[in-house]
């Protein structure tokens, strides 16, 4: 009589995994790990500014209905951050007075290289004053960028910038903002712009950001 030896391994949970021995000289990799490593390299952000060391050459470079002058710095605060000096006091009654901030390293000529897997969503940490905004005062965003061709990728507004889930840190306030890209990126990213928009409010002084990621 014939007797086969069967090595079989019964994973319990959403699937059951059958391995036969493995022959001399050969070695298994779990499906459960290969899986997990798969997906952590499809996740990998295309670019990440963790400010961990310094601002980089990230800098206001503009804006749109307001009036005051705004700064940027580096912050060793929580680790490194890029510190914005805003002032909205003159620009309190405005529904949408943009800070334009930019990294001046991201150029055609030395551009966000995006990949196949493309660009499909922008997130960052904001840290504020929440003391500064009474009433409807509120805090927005907005996301732009240009393509090395030329074209415009990205143009989306932030009307939600997460604070329902807004924890203290300090005496800031910290957010994390997330945004799902109505159109994925496709194309290098030549001009980058995120924004920090005042909606009806005086804010004066500082606002933080961090861990600005394209994903």
């Known amino acids: ?84 000096n805003v002032d909205f006091s003159g620009d309190k009654d405005q529904n949408w007075s943009e800070i334009k901030l930019s990294d001046g390293a991201v150029t055609n000529a030395a551009p966000i290289k995006v990949g196949p897997e493309g660009v499909s969503q922008v997130s960052f940490d904001l840290y504020y004053d929440a003391s500064q905004l009474k009433g409807d005062a509120a805090l927005k965003g907005k996301v732009y960028a ?13 009307d939600d910038m997460g604070t329902a889930k807004a924890k203290k840190v300090g005496n800031l306030t910290k957010t994390h903002v997330r945004v799902v890209l109505e159109d994925k990126v496709t194309q290098d990213i030549g ?7 005042g909606y009806l409010t005086g804010y004066k002084g500082a606002i933080y950001l961090d861990n600005i990621t394209l994903k």
Do not use: R
């Open 146 to 158: 240009g393509s090395v061709k030329g074209d415009v990728v990205i143009d989306q507004p932030i």
């Open 191 to 197: 001009h980058l712009e995120v924004s920090i928009v």
């Open 1 to 84: 009589m014939l007797h086969l030896k069967k090595n079989i391994v019964l994973a319990l949970g959403a699937a059951a995994v059958f391995t036969m021995a493995p022959t001399a000289g050969t070695s298994v990799i779990p499906a459960q790990s290969a899986m997990s490593a798969t997906c952590e390299a499809a996740a990998a952000p295309v670019k990440v500014w963790d400010f961990s060391k310094d601002a980089g050459q990230w800098a206001f470079v503009g804006g749109w209905n307001y009036s005051g002058d705004a700064s940027t710095a580096w912050d060793a605060s929580n680790g490194g951050c890029l510190k914005v």
